[in-house]
């Protein structure tokens, strides 16, 4: 097993921290998704290269992507409340019920192997894929149910166990109901926070007293890595956004499609092909 105190080791995370919050920001600044759909399957694949134990591999990475989508989604929302895009009814209706099932997914994750986890992610995010990938978009009707609270509650708890904000399963949930997409997008910024913040301190409760984590690891968050991936992603998103209005969209998405249906296959893989 790897040192998960000597320099090399801490100097090759730092490397790939760094770069993941790089390639995590140019993706969602080009592609317009959460930072977490991409930072959790890079740590993923870096923890399993860097031989991090397998039994917290997964918990380290998503309680990880986690802490970053908290400082991240307060600049969004702010940004999506100037511009008028927040729904304030959908948010205080579904606020409760997110805070909750995100509360009870950290929570959770105590009780959770890693290979549950990595099932859990590599499952949705292979559907998402599929759902980018698709020339048009699902319909199930014309308008949100009239007690639709349930649906927030099981957005908070998976995403919450994915390590991801709000945006990733809230926005194609909304749109599904012919919810605006502007309003859409403007309101899961918010939902990231409300995800975050009880989802955090659930990972950090359950993963208190667990030992095989890296140094200055907080529960399950590894604080340097969650702040290197936050600083060096802040700075490539931009770039991302002005690469987004010279490129096709339409590959971009598709590209983005196929790079999240391989790494939703790898976890998988890693689960049954053991």
């Not at 290269?49 to 998503?62: F, G, I, K, T």
């Not at 205080?92 to 549950?116: C, D, H, M, R, T």
């Amino acid at each position: 097993m790897t040192d998960l105190y000597s320099p090399i080791f801490l100097i090759l995370l730092a490397g790939g921290l760094i770069f993941t919050g790089a390639i995590a920001g140019v993706l969602a600044g080009l592609l317009g998704v959460g930072g977490g759909i991409v930072i959790v399957p890079v740590l993923f694949l870096l923890f399993d290269y860097l031989d991090v134990p397998s039994q917290v591999a997964m918990h380290l990475a998503v309680a990880t992507s986690l802490a970053t989508i908290i400082p991240t989604s307060i600049s969004s929302a702010r940004a999506h409340n100037k511009r008028g895009t927040i729904d304030w009814d959908l948010l205080k209706s579904w606020a409760p019920w997110i805070i909750l099932g995100s509360a009870i997914g950290g929570v959770a994750s105590k009780y959770l192997a890693s290979e549950s986890l990595t099932l859990i992610f590599g499952c949705i995010a292979f559907a998402v894929s599929i759902n980018m990938a698709l020339p048009k978009k699902i319909i199930l009707a014309e308008k949100l149910p009239s007690v639709s609270q349930p649906i927030a509650g099981f957005i908070g708890v998976f995403s919450a166990l994915m390590g991801i904000g709000g945006g990733t399963l809230s926005v194609p949930v909304l749109t599904a109901y012919c919810f605006p997409i502007h309003r859409a997008v403007g309101t899961a910024a918010t939902f990231g926070l409300l995800i975050a913040v009880p989802a955090v301190a659930g990972f950090i409760w359950s993963g208190w007293s667990t030992d095989l984590r890296p140094p200055y690891s907080l529960g399950y968050v590894n604080v340097p890595a969650a702040v290197l991936i936050f600083s060096a992603s802040v700075f490539t998103a931009p770039h991302g956004a002005s690469l987004a209005a010279r490129l096709n969209p339409e590959r971009l998405r598709l590209a983005f499609a196929a790079f999240l249906g391989l790494s939703s296959l790898k976890m998988l893989w890693s689960v049954f092909g053991a």
